[in-house]
């Protein structure tokens, strides 16, 4: 399976490098399916012509984001010199709390594929 998602410039970059490995979701129909082994195609925002695949090497699902940043590390997410407060008040520019209550956090591991 591979499913295709759009990120912002900066955590586009931090994949690119290899400085984030783990990615964020709120459990959808596109999601929920993802196994070890399937690919994700990020996207840059906002012209989405840069392009970068991964594999999916690991799924962990929880029932918010800030369990999720509590139990794995700043760096996974690319910011290794943030507060977790900080990674989580970033999340909530980008993901309506009121879904996060209705549904679980998927957080995706993923190797970068040159």
């Known amino acids: ?3 295709t998602k759009k990120l912002q410039k900066k955590d ?3 994949v690119k490098e290899g400085k ?3 990615e964020l979701f709120l459990r959808d129909k596109e999601v929920e399916n993802l196994k070890l082994g399937d690919k994700i195609e990020f996207l840059k ?3 989405f012509r840069e392009r970068q695949t991964v594999t999916v ?3 962990f699902i929880y029932n918010s984001f800030k369990e999720i940043i509590k139990d794995l590390p700043a760096s996974h997410f690319g910011y290794p010199e943030k507060e977790k407060e900080e990674i989580l008040k ?3 520019k980008t993901h309506d709390r ?3 209550e209705e549904s679980e956090v998927l957080g995706v ?3 970068v594929q040159n």
Do not use: Q
Request: hydrophobic share 40%.
């Open 1 to 3: 399976m591979a499913i």
């Open 12 to 14: 586009f970059n931090n």
């Open 20 to 22: 984030k490995i783990v």
């Open 45 to 47: 925002f906002p012209d």
């Open 57 to 59: 090497k690991g799924i």
């Open 90 to 92: 970033d999340i909530y």
């Open 98 to 100: 009121s879904r996060e």
């Open 109 to 111: 591991r993923f190797e």
